[in-house]
């Protein structure tokens, strides 16, 4: 297995996480959540990250009570626009996944880094306009970022820095969520 490593003060080999930014338009729902799902459940082997291409400012209150109900903080998080990562000083990242909905026409950021890009649409539960259709639709895309999340933080180190990695990492964004109480 080989990982990339930081040498830290006393010249002890740290290994460096794998850094993930996800990636819609308005960075108010459905990056939000998936930052904070591989935040909690990926450890120290991850880092999550968020942005979008026309951030909404602020992160949708229903996004954040779907997070609190799991038991998620929610502290923190914001909406921001992808220019903070391009910037000199901005983490390396090693893979962006886009989680527009392109079955619903939304147009999804293109990201012109050196990272890995894959695509795991998700409808935008946040321009619902009925309350309760609307909770039910985010914890519908509750449900299925954390089975895509659950299926990242599975891959062994040595499967995130292989060459079949985009492969695996694409297909696992066309898998279904597991329903749920079963």
């Known amino acids: ?28 729902a459905r990056s939000i959540l998936s930052e904070a799902l591989l935040t909690d459940l990926g450890g ?6 968020s942005a979008g291409s026309q951030p909404s400012a602020t992160t949708h209150p229903d996004g954040l009570a779907e997070l ?4 998620h903080a929610t502290r923190g998080y914001s909406s921001k626009s992808w220019d ?9 990242i090693d893979l962006v996944v886009t989680v527009c909905d392109s079955a619903a026409a939304e147009s999804c950021p293109v990201y012109h880094g050196a ?9 935008d539960p946040a ?44 297909a696992i964004g066309h898998e279904k969520a597991a329903p749920k109480g079963g």
């Open 115 to 123: 990272a890995l890009r894959v695509h795991w649409p998700a409808p």
């Open 84 to 92: 903070v990562f391009t910037e000199a000083d901005a983490p390396q």
């Open 127 to 170: 321009h619902i306009a009925d309350e309760n259709t609307r909770r039910q639709a985010f914890a519908d895309v509750y449900a299925l970022c954390r089975s895509r999340i659950e299926a990242l933080i599975a891959l062994s180190d040595s499967e995130l820095r292989d060459s079949q990695t985009l492969q695996m990492l694409q």
């Open 1 to 28: 297995m080989t990982a990339r490593c930081r040498l830290g003060k006393r010249r002890a080999m740290t290994p460096v996480p794998y850094t993930v930014l996800f990636l819609c338009t308005g960075n108010s």
């Open 68 to 71: 609190r109900a799991h038991g």
């Open 44 to 49: 120290s082997r991850f880092r999550a990250l």
